[in-house]
Every structure is written in structure tokens, then in C-alpha cells.
């Protein structure tokens, strides 16, 4: 827990004023709750038993007082403590979600999707109440614990002791249940994280749910993850409902010793009735902020586990490092020069040499999983190589700055991503909108025709993954992204496998054109796609076994022979 402080006491210097406010209504609590129990002293000695009439009037008006400065005290506590909880938690989500979009690609194959969302979501909103209204609550009910001890000892030392010695006997039970409940948190967050992810997976994948029937399964696996998270978060409850029953039972046997002893005191004449009520009342109301404090422990064992599981993300850190030279004019040639790649043990690519300039449309060829994609991942530099050295012009890419290379690079792949936004947006992704300029990226990418049909024409929003247009459509708006960016590094990936054969045709003809600018690499398994390449590689088993135009690999190559004889070409 210490840790746990340490980490968000940095934050708490933003609020110094919010928090003088609301220990303002702490304070003004915890002294109207010892005031409540101190009241009844004169309240039965002197009005009851000594017919005081004048504290008779005066009574109703400080009782008033009391709980008036109790509830005053308690809204500006709650408001405070809030703002402060809830801009914590703002912060702490952007830091983390923008840590996040920095880790490299590996992280996000490696994690589910559904995974990040709860930690970014869920595990954050469990540290909210910990980071403000815990330590509020925390605050107020030392402070009443310790005006109320002033009181019980003020009224009598000898009862204090005997009504105050449980509190060293309750350790060692509640720190027992703090330790389990904390272990029950853990495993309720990462099983509230399954649920998550599969909520994602099924919302993300319903048209392959529905084609093939399989409602019933999803259904059933949440039914038994949502029963797991049911079943974990039931133990928590237990764990926590055992605290008040222990500090029951324990108060039970403090409260009989000082009825023992107290009322013998009272029969002696030693203690006023009222003096040994006021004591009771103090000692009762002592018990309340006790338990509430030992609740309060075992609810921040729920928030240590879930800052337990952000801080795992925050410690993770990207491998591609950022380089300091920028690419400002222009990339004439791109060269791979024994390059090696590997996915973990998988051997993706080995011993790549191929270079591409500016002008040239190098075409990328053979079986899936043969290392095309590998290729292109490495030029946007999603991954490091392994071995040898990428080079732009005469700079290895290592040393090249990642925004700027990434800026100098657009792609177009199989997979169109459609943000739920206008068209202008989607096509001016990631930079300023210039509705001219994306006027002219539709036309090149002959998608302005149909966009102008549309009701709102380029100002159109888009459904989220693009529902509401054609996958020829949205393969265009992904073509017209790409020029968009007007890239000095343009790829395409299968960038018109969504596209009848007279759009495939008026595209090709558009990369023939943008091609002169820019150094182009086009991933294809259609012969229509790289007819007019300039040199074609064709990759087996992460390899370039062979490179040359189409006609000399039709004379020589016999695994481009295989392809181009295939059905997938």
C-alpha cells in the first residue's frame, strides 16, 4: 500500500486547494461526531436529572448545529474528494492509453484487444475510489477515532483501557482477510478482463458468428466466464462481509467488560449516569469508524491489484527505438540488404536482398506465408530486423525518425480501416482537412462519384468498419487515404482485391501515374495487379529465390512458372 500512495502522491500537488477544502469537511465531521456523543452527558444530568431549563433551550439548538456542521461538512467532502478522484483517474487513463499507442506492434498481436480496454476502462475506475474517497474516508474516520478516544479516556482512563484493548486483538484476523481479499481482486479484474475480450471478439466477429450458427457457442463461453466473474467477486464479497462480524464479536466482549466494570462505578456514585451513557455512546460510536477503516483496508486490496495489472503495462516498453535524422525531401531508393527477420522462433524472412527506387513498382509475389508482408512490416519498421540493415538512400532506417518515416509511407492493405467519422476525415486521416484536396484524392481513386451521391457527399459519417458502403467503396476511400498523404513511399497490399475488374483496371492505371514520384511496392496474388511492375521478387519460405520483370521469370523462374499457372494468380 505504501508503494501504492508513493506513486499517486505526485498528482496530488495539483489539488492542494480542493484538498484544504475537504479536509475543511473532515474535520468538521469528525468534531461534530465527537460533539454528538459528548451532548449526552449534559443532555441527561443536567436536563433529565437536575431539571436544568435553561440547557433545556439551549440543547435543540446545538444538537442543530451538530449535524447541520456534519452534513455541510460531508457535502464539501464528498465534492472535493470526487473532483480530485476523478481527474486523477483522467489523467492516469490518458497517460496510459497514450503509452499504449506508443509500444510496438508485437505487444497488440500479442495481447487481446479486449484486454486493453479493461485494463484502460476497468482496472482504472477501481483505483478511482482508492486515489480520493478512501483516503477521504480514511482521513475523516481516523480523525473521529481520534476524537472520540479523547473523549472515552477524558471520561474515564480505567474504562478506555478496558473498552480499547480489542483494537491490538484485531490485527491480526483483519490483515488475514485484507491478504485474501486482495488475491480475490486480482483474479476478479483478470476474469472481468476475459469477459471484455470476449465481448469484443463476438461484437467484432458477429458476420462469421452468424454465417455459421454459432450463437449458441459465444453465448455459452461468456455464460461460464460471466459465472467465473460471479463466482470470484461473491468470495471478495464474503472475504469483506467477515470484517464487521469479527469486530463484532470482539466489541461484544470490550463493551461487557465495561458495563462490568462501568456499572459498578455508576453504583458507587464514582460516575454520573450521564457521564457512563456519554461514555457508552462515544465507545459505540467509536466501533462504527473502526470497522469502517477495516473495510476501507480490505476495498484498497481490490484497487492494489488493479494498479498492480496497469503497472504492468507501464512497465512495458517499446523495443524500436526512435532515430534522429528526418526525412524531408524525398526517398530514391529503398535497399534491404541481408536481412533477417524472426517472429520469436518462427523464421520469417532470411538473407532479403532487394532494392527499389524511385519510379519503380517492385511486385511482391508467392504463397501466403511466404514473407511479403514480413517485407513491408519491416520498411514501416512495425518490427527490427534480426540481422543486416535496411537502408533509405544511404541511412539505416534505425537511425531515421519514426514520425517522419511513418509520414513518408502510406498503405494500402486486403484489410480497409474505416473510422467512424465524415469521409473527409477518413480520407484526410491523421492530418489537417483540406476538403479540396480530399476532393481530388476521391477522384484519383474513382471514388468521387459515388461519394457525391451521397446525401452529405464527402462530410457523409461513416458507420463504424464502414458498414454502409461496399468493400469496393471503402477499398477506395483507403486508396484515396493513401494519396491523400501524397507519400514518398507508397505500398499496397491486395489494394484491389475488393474491386470489379474495370476499378481494378482505372486504379492500376492511377498507381502507373502516382508510381513516377515515389518508390512503390505492390503485394499481389492477381497477374493483372503486377503486369506493369517493374521487377517482380518472388518469396518462398521467407526467401527471394527469384528476381526479374515477368517475362524473364516466365523463361527461367519455375516457382513463378507454379504461380502464374496457379489459380491464386
Known sequence: MKNFFKQYIPYYKNYILQ?????????????????????????????FINKDEQMLYLMPIIVVILYAAKG?????????ISYIGQDITRNVRDRLFSHVLKLDLDFFQKTHGGEIVSRIINDINRIQSAVSNYIAEFIRESLTIVALIGLVIYRSPELAFYGLVVLPLAVYPLSRLAKRMKKLSFKSQESNADITSSLTESVNNI????ANSSEKLESSKFINLNLKFFQYNM???????????????????????VILVGGSHVINGELTTGEFTSFLAALFMLYTPIKRISSLYNKMQDALAANERINLIFTKEPKIQDG???????????????????????????????????????ALVGDSGGGKSSLINLIVRFYEV?????????????????????DSI????????????????????????????????????????????????????????GTNLSGGQRQRIAIARALYKEPKVLILDEATSALDNKSEALISEVINEVSKERVTFIIAHRLSTIKNATKIAVFKSGEIVDIGTQEELLERSKEYQRLYNSANI
Open 19 to 47: 484538498f484544504f477544502y475537504a479536509f475543511i469537511g473532515i474535520t468538521m465531521v469528525a468534531l461534530a461526531t465527537a460533539g454528538t456523543a459528548y451532548a449526552i452527558q449534559p443532555l441527561l444530568d443536567d436536563i
Open 324 to 362: 534522429e535524422i528526418e526525412i524531408l525531401d524525398s526517398v530514391n531508393e529503398i535497399s534491404f540488404k541481408n536481412v533477417s527477420l524472426k517472429y520469436d522462433d518462427l523464421q520469417a524472412l532470411k538473407n532479403i536482398n532487394l532494392s527499389a527506387k524511385k519510379g519503380e513498382i517492385v
Open 386 to 406: 534480426n540481422d543486416g540493415e535496411i537502408l533509405f538512400d544511404d541511412t539505416n532506417i534505425k537511425n531515421l525518425n519514426l514520425k517522419t518515416l511513418r
Open 410 to 465: 502510406s498503405i494500402v492493405t486486403q484489410r480497409v480501416y474505416i473510422f467512424n467519422d465524415s469521409i473527409a476525415a477518413n480520407v484526410a486521416y491523421g492530418f489537417e482537412i483540406d476538403e479540396e484536396k480530399v476532393i481530388n484524392a476521391l477522384k484519383q481513386a474513382h471514388a468521387f462519384e459515388f461519394v457525391s451521391k451521397m446525401k452529405d457527399g464527402i462530410n457523409t459519417i461513416l458507420d463504424e468498419f
Open 235 to 257: 468470495k471478495a464479497v464474503k472475504t469483506n462481509a467477515l470484517t464487521s462480524p469479527v469486530m463484532e464479536v470482539l466489541g461484544a466482549v470490550a463493551f461487557g467488560a
Open 207 to 210: 458476420e462469421i458468428i452468424k
Open 72 to 80: 455541510f461538512g460531508g457535502y464539501i467532502q464528498t465534492y472535493f
